[in-house]
Structure formats: C-alpha cells, structure tokens
C-alpha cells in the first residue's frame, strides 16, 4: 500500500533557483527564487520561502517574502509571516499571522492552465510521465461516465480514497515515507458569511460621500485661514460647497444657503487688497455734493486707472458693486496750477476751441466735457476773481502772490496781456520770476532761451493783441529754429 | 522532516543543498549536494555535479558524481560523467561513460 507523496524540501534543504511542477511542495527547508507550482504550495513552520509564489492554493505558517498569487485559496496560519503582496481568490487569516503588504481578494478564482487543486481536495494525478496537453481532465468532479485512463490498473476506490498511492520504486521503498500532510478540519470549511476580525483586514470599505465633502472643506477652512486665498468657501448643503471670490459684493445668500462664517461684503481687516477700500472710506453708492468732481453734478464715472492728475484731487478710484467704477474724490486745495483755461474763461469771446486745446483733460472724461459744457456757459468772469479749475467760474479770485503764470485773469482789459518772457524763466517747478509778475503792456524783448528749455509762458495767438506779441513771438521762433539748427 | 524529496512534475532551475537525504524523482537542472544519501529515481533527471555520501542513481545523471563512501549505478541507471568514490558498483545493464577515480574515503566536502 503506497500512499501519495508530495514533493518536500526537507528542513536541512535548500534550493537556490526556480522551482516548478505539476504537484503539491510541502517546504520545511529554505528556498530562493521562484516557486511555480500548478499544485498547492504549503510553507510549514520553520520554512523560508523567499520567492515569487504562484501556485494554486498556498498555506503558509512560516516565512514568506515575495509576491503570493494565488488562483484559490490562501491561508494564512497563525504563525505565518509574509513580506509582500498578496493575491488570491480567497484569504483565510488565522489570529496572529502577520502580513505586510497589500492583500488583493479578487473574489473568483483564476482557472490555471493546470486542474484546481488544493489541501481539501487529494491530488488524483497520476505518477507517469506523461504531457500536460494530453493529461486527462483530473478534477474529482469529471462526469461519471468519463473513463480515465490507466484506471484498469488501479481500483476506483483506491484512487478515491486520499493517501492511497501508487507503488513506489525499489529506490523510495527503502526510504522511509514521510507522513502524509494532516489538514486541519478547519481548512476545509468555506469562510463563514459573517467577517471575522482577521478577514476584516482584507476588506476595504470606501468613506461615504459625505464625509470625504466634509473632511475637504475642513481643509480648506484651515488652509484659507492660515495661508489666506482668493476664494472664501461656503459650505451651502450637503454634499455642496459655493465658493465666492474676494471682494464680491453681490448680495449675500439667503439665510438658509449661508454658511456659519460672515460674507464677503465686509471684508477681513487682516488681508485688505488694494481694491478694498479702507476703512475710513467706504464706498459710495451715491455720491455727496461735496465729494463729486468740483463743477459737476451727479456721479462721475471714471475708468479704473491710475488716481488722475485732475487739479486738487487727492483721493483715489474705487470699485462699486455693479461693476461701474466710481470716482469717490475728495476735492481738496487746488495743488496744481491753475491752467489756461483760467485765463480763457475771463474771456467771455473765446470760443470752445481754445478751450479744448488748453485743458489738460485725461482721454474719455466725463467730467472734463462736464467742465467744457460749463464753461462754455460762463458769464463774464467780473475783475478780481481767481478761477478755480474745472469748475464753473462763477467768480474769478486774484491770482496769489506765488503764482507761477502769467496768465491769469488780472484787472485791465479785458483781453488778458501775455507776456513774452523778457529774461530767465525759471523751468518748471521754479521761482517765478519777478517780471513774470509785472504787468504791462509792453512786450519785452524775448529772452534767449537755454539748452531744452521750453517757452513755457508762450501766450496762445487769440489772447494777445497781435500788435503786441507778433514781433516777439515771430522773434522767439526764428530762435528756436536757428537754436535747433545749431545743434 | 529532514529529507527532500524532489517530485516527479518538480523542476529545480538551480542548485539543491541538504545535509541530509535527498531523493530526486523529478529534475534538477543543478547541482545536487548533500552530506547524506542521493537517490536518483528511475525518472530522475540530473544535469550537473552530483556529490554525497552515497550516490545511489537508476536514472540519468549527466555530470560528475562523487561519493564518500560508494557510488552504485542500478541496471536502469545511466552516468554520463567521472565517477569519484572509494567503492563503485555497477549492475547488469547499467549504462556509463567516463572515468573512474576509485580514491580513499574522503569527505563530501572536498
């Protein structure tokens, strides 16, 4: 009576290289390598196996290390330690064994080339050498009816029956044989529908939905209030999140839609931008006569750019909440000079083209057509006054002691004398000089004029009596040009 | 369990060390060391050195074999290879090709 054998590296073995077959390997020894097996793959205690295993079922409760995949079942005893993935169809932890690695169910087996074989059901393969292609179908399930091979020699039952064997050859009858490999009871029933605690470790269960949407907008809180961002974050339902940029200034959201932080219309005092308006000025959704443009009514808009160079403006361009931008100016001491248009508007038959040509007025103003459209209307500015800029001359002011132009309105005539710079003038951003502010008819002799220097007080044709300022405006041309030329 | 048995479908790419017996039923593509007994079944295969304390073959073994104490090949056994041991037998039908080196007992690890 033989009993079937299984191939065994015995403990004091050990293997370096690829090991493959058609049968099961019970390892007590060491092997190194690679392990393909077609049969069942049993790793006992005091076994290393470190290699890249496939086999068909694998038993392990010694030392593994390497990738296991498997086509049925895996086990895991109590004392087994892997090092590596794991794949398998089935997994069977035993409290205790430790694995590191990734453990992978597939759920199905994979059906190898080879019959499905494990420790539960005894191998039925005959000993004989014979090809793989050829090898009749082995299952213990094949049809009744389905004669094997070979089976004359040898009775059903013997076959049926596990550990009943072939003969062995006069070589392996002097060996002693080894026991035939005990299977505990507990291998052979199917995991039980209830998750033990060592198979729940082979179980991944996804977070639901709505905490992973929590969890993101607990982050983002954090992150926004500890790095600061464009965006603030509004947590509006669940599963729902309503993100507003910085500095919006819609109306905020309904009571049941806002979240538990305050909106965006005030914005935080810790961050503010350069858009934001300060504190100490808010925006205005209508203006104040005392804050709008000097000579206008109303609002005016202009673009959002660089703060104007509008004479005595000192504040600067905000944004309003509808998107048109709004001039929120405050109009202080006139810090510019006063302009031509100073001395124009104390001309009452000027006409509006010399008025254009001498307003320094930015490109798309409403506010300098407001100003034109004002001071075409003007009355006869009476003596005295000091015109202010832009503004509708009601009055003209006395020019003051420091002023810089000569052009301003001053007591006489009515067309306002220009005179051609006699001596040095100062550049700009100088002195006057003294005889810039001496009236007088006379026209004196134009001045030579240095290097880059620019005529600055040169009078426009209409202002001036032709008679008067002719001979010294044809004479400072001729200059510039022979000036030019030498250079 | 100290002995190795090498199964019938096995098939050993490399080398096989064992301080005990070792029985070769399947193939080894290898060398075959052990410092008890090797036995090469009649569908052994062996294709590389073979080195024991006796080496008993009734398969095939192509390579050097080298014994302590004996070397027997069986009438179904085949060496292609020399042969190293103090004490050799060979029964009727067996096959072999190579020398024979019948030197003093010596151990298996030289």
């Known amino acids: 009576m033989t009993e079937r054998k299984a191939a065994v590296i015995g403990r004091e073995a050990r293997v370096r290289g690829r090991v493959a077959g058609d049968e099961d390997l019970l390892v007590f020894g060491r092997i190194e390598g690679e392990v393909d097996l077609r049969g069942a793959l049993r ?39 892997v090092v590596g993935d794991l794949r398998a169809a089935r997994v069977v932890m035993e409290p205790g064994a430790q694995v590191a690695g990734a453990v992978v169910v597939e759920g199905e087996a994979r059906e190898a080339e080879g019959p499905r074989r494990s420790f ?14 050829a090898t009749p179908s082995r ?20 076959r049926d029956v596990p550990g009943v064997v072939e003969a062995a050859s006069p070589v392996e009858a002097a060996l002693p044989a080894p026991p035939a490999p005990v299977i505990p009871e507990a291998d052979v029933r199917p995991p039980s529908p209830t998750l033990r605690p060592a198979e729940l470790r082979t179980h991944f269960v996804p977070p639901p939905a709505a905490s992973a949407v929590a969890q993101a907008l607990t982050e983002h809180r954090a992150w926004e209030r500890d790095e600061g961002a464009a965006s603030s974050v509004h947590d509006v339902g669940p599963g729902r999140v309503h993100v507003r940029p910085r500095g919006d200034r819609r109306p905020p959201l309904p009571p049941d839609e806002r979240a538990e932080r305050p909106t965006l219309m005030a914005p935080p005092p810790e961050r503010p931008t350069s858009l934001e308006p300060a504190p100490e000025r808010r925006v205005s959704y209508r203006p104040q006569p005392e804050a709008s443009l000097p000579g206008t009514t109303g609002r005016a808009s202009l673009p959002v750019e660089r703060p104007t160079e509008l004479g005595g403006t000192t504040g600067r361009p905000t944004i309003e909440a509808r998107g048109r931008p709004q001039v929120d100016m405050e109009a202080g001491e006139p810090a510019g000079r006063p302009t031509v248009l100073a001395a124009q508007l104390g001309a009452p038959e000027l006409g509006a083209r010399a008025l254009r040509t001498s307003v320094p007025s930015p490109s798309r103003n ?78 004196p002799a134009p001045r030579e004029l240095r290097g880059t220097e620019l005529p600055s007080q040169l009078p426009h044709p209409s202002m001036v009596a032709p008679s008067a300022v002719e001979p010294a405006r044809r004479r400072v041309l001729v200059r510039l040009r022979r000036r030019g030329d030498e250079d | 369990m100290s002995d190795t048995r090498i199964g019938r479908t096995l098939v050993i790419t490399g080398e096989l060390e064992s301080s005990a017996d070792v029985v070769v039923v399947g193939r080894v593509d290898g060398a075959v060391r052990a410092r008890g007994v090797v036995a090469i079944d009649r569908r052994g295969r ?12 009734e398969g095939e073994v192509e390579g050097p074999v080298t014994a302590t104490e004996r070397v027997e090949i069986g009438k179904e056994g085949a060496i292609v290879g020399d042969i190293r041991a103090p004490r050799i037998l060979i029964a009727d039908g067996a096959r072999f090709e190579g020398t024979v080196h019948m030197d003093r007992a010596r151990s298996s690890d030289d």
């Open chain 1, 43 to 81: 790793v006992e205690l005091g076994g290393v196996v470190r290699a890249r295993i496939r086999a068909t079922a694998v038993r392990v409760a010694g030392v593994v290390v390497g990738e296991v995949v498997v086509a049925d079942l895996l086990h895991l005893c109590s004392t087994a330690r």
């Open chain 1, 120 to 133: 539960a059901e005894p191998s039925r393969a005959r000993i004989q050498p014979q090809p793989l292609e």
């Open chain 1, 139 to 158: 299952s213990p399930r094949s049809p009744a009816g389905t004669p094997e091979p070979d089976d004359a020699s040898t009775p059903r039952a013997a």
């Open chain 1, 366 to 443: 409403v506010a300098s057509a407001r100003a034109r459209e004002s001071a075409t209307h003007l009355e006869p500015a009476p003596p005295g006054t000091r015109l202010e800029p832009w503004g509708e001359a009601t009055r003209i002011e006395p020019a003051p002691e420091d002023s810089r132009t000569t052009l301003a309105a001053r007591p006489g005539p009515a067309l306002p004398l220009v005179e051609a710079v006699p001596s040095s003038t100062p550049p700009r951003g100088g002195s006057p000089s003294a005889a810039g502010r001496a009236p007088g008819p006379a026209v």
């Open chain 2, 46 to 57: 062996v294709a590389g050195e073979v080195r024991g304390r006796a080496v008993d073959v």
